[in-house]
């Protein structure tokens, strides 16, 4: 969970959740207490941890996209030119307008996809995160030989749980649904030719609410520069996992409240009874 700076990465599950279907925060920037960060792939070129298994023929889909039954008011643009149209959409949702101040505005859908890609596995491509870093510095607490989180650097992250707690997810998901051809190139274009981004997007949703729950101070070690959990359990956890514990017991529990919620409107289509 080594991290190169104080600057945390954060956004996954927030932007799981301010982005209906592409997740609102829990990708960290950087910090001295996180995962494993790589900061030279190119966007378009940035693989998974080992190669995506080739598959021929269609993937099998588990939870399908649907299929609206109305005209779009507007053809959603190709991906390379999509930045301020999905900008606009995306800060324009309910709940969603301080969004604007915390958003990266370059290659917002790839960036999210590979956040997404990112947060179950060892490492982070931090000059692709879509979200800004948070501010402030990365606060301990010493008392003799004990390292712990200082509970005051959860309040860092105020900004993102705004965001999260007022989001409109309904109106997410639509937004996501109404882009999806381009999530799923941008998923393409890391090697996942034959898997399917919404079934990825749900199970990253499954991982982080599997995230533990942690009370009390957090113990970390500092071999060197970098923080680790002391506990062997928690630094073993992915990059999402490891920051929704960084930001508190309460965050945490805000977000998979929310994470659960988006999961719910995800797959209602799905439930609903076909005539």
């Given at each position: 969970m080594a991290m190169t700076s104080e600057k945390p990465l954060i956004w996954g599950a927030a932007a799981v959740v301010v982005m209906g279907?592409?997740?609102?925060?829990?990708?960290?920037?950087?910090?001295?207490?996180?995962?494993?960060?790589?900061?030279?792939?190119?966007?378009?070129?940035?693989?998974?941890?080992?190669a995506p298994t080739v598959v021929t023929g269609a993937p099998a889909i588990q939870h399908p996209v649907p299929l609206s039954s109305a005209a779009p008011s507007a053809p959603a643009p190709t991906l390379d030119q999509s930045d301020?149209?999905?900008?606009?959409?995306?800060?324009?949702?309910?709940?969603a307008q301080s969004l604007e101040k915390l958003l990266v505005p370059d290659n917002i859908i790839r960036h999210i996809v590979v956040t997404i890609d990112n947060l179950s596995r060892k490492k982070v491509a931090v000059n692709q995160r879509p979200i800004k870093p948070t501010s402030?510095?990365?606060?301990?607490?010493?008392?003799?030989?004990?390292?712990?989180?200082?509970?005051?650097?959860?309040?860092?992250?105020?900004?993102?749980?705004?965001?999260?707690?007022?989001?409109?997810?309904?109106?997410t998901v639509q937004l996501y649904y109404h882009f999806y051809p381009l999530f799923q190139s941008a998923?393409?274009?890391?090697?996942?030719?034959?898997?399917?981004?919404?079934?990825?997007?749900?199970a990253l949703i499954d991982h982080l609410l599997e995230t533990p729950d942690v009370t009390g101070p957090v113990a970390l070690t500092q071999p060197n520069v970098m923080y680790l959990y002391a506990d062997p359990a928690l630094e073993a956890l992915s990059p999402g996992q490891k920051t929704l514990i960084r930001m508190g017991p309460a965050n945490e529990t805000l977000l998979k409240a929310r994470l659960r919620e988006l999961k719910t409107q995800l797959l209602a289509h799905q439930q609903r009874p076909h005539t």
């Open positions: 279907a592409i997740a609102l925060v829990l990708y960290a920037h950087r910090d001295k207490l996180g995962a494993t960060t790589s900061t030279s792939v190119p966007v378009t070129q940035i693989a998974p941890d080992s301020q149209t999905f900008h606009d959409a995306l800060t324009g949702l309910p709940g402030g510095q990365f606060m301990t607490l010493s008392s003799g030989d004990q390292l712990t989180i200082n509970p005051q650097n959860y309040e860092r992250y105020q900004p993102f749980m705004d965001v999260a707690k007022t989001v409109d997810i309904g109106k998923f393409d274009d890391l090697g996942y030719q034959d898997a399917y981004f919404n079934d990825h997007l749900i």
